[in-house]
């Protein structure tokens, strides 16, 4: 379906900020103008609950989640920031595996499958999107994705 990317991010991000009992506040870095995408925005959602809900989950002594997006010549560039506890460089290209967890006795300890990003990373290839991470360990993560500004229905569920 054709869909006004930057309202519908605020529109996903405002019931992540309502519906968790902590309280939780995300920066919000997007441009104002309209872009239109073609985009499962059921998927899409899944894939920001995930990577927004890792944000929360791995940065225990809370800290700023930053949702930025860019508008590129070709493509919308998106990055979620933690502050939390960051990712060994080993370990950055696995997470994205199915039922990968990086932390074993930490994650054990949190809850979860392994399975978030393995989705999320299906869902934006499946939008010929790409995606990754950066992290420092014990400064915190960012990952990234970019979904493609030219219309694309092939693969893609409307
Ligand atoms: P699920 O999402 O299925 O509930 P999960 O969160 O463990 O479980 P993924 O979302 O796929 O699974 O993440 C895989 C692993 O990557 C996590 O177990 C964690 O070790 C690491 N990870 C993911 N996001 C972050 C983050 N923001 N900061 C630190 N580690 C992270
Ligand atoms: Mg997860």
């Not at 894939?47 to 508008?71: C, H, L, M, Q, W």
């Amino acid at each position: 379906e054709r869909v006004n990317i930057i309202p519908f991010f605020h529109h996903i991000l405002d019931r992540f900020e309502m519906n968790k009992s902590e309280n939780i506040v995300i920066d919000r870095h997007m441009p104002q103008e309209n872009v239109f995408l073609w985009l499962d925005k059921d998927k899409i959602n899944q894939v920001i609950d995930n990577i927004v809900s890792n944000a929360i989950k791995y940065s225990p002594e809370g800290g700023t989640i930053k949702f930025r997006v860019v508008k590129e010549k070709q493509r919308l560039l998106v990055s979620i920031s933690d502050q939390g506890m960051g990712i060994a460089r080993e370990k950055l290209e696995k997470i994205f595996e199915r039922f990968y967890r990086a932390d074993k006795a930490r994650s054990r300890e949190l809850g979860g499958t392994g399975l978030g990003l393995a989705i999320a990373k299906e869902i934006i290839e499946t939008h010929h999107g790409q995606i990754w991470a950066e992290s420092k360990e014990g400064k915190g993560t960012t990952i990234l994705f970019t979904l493609p500004l030219i219309k694309k229905k092939r693969g893609v569920k409307s």
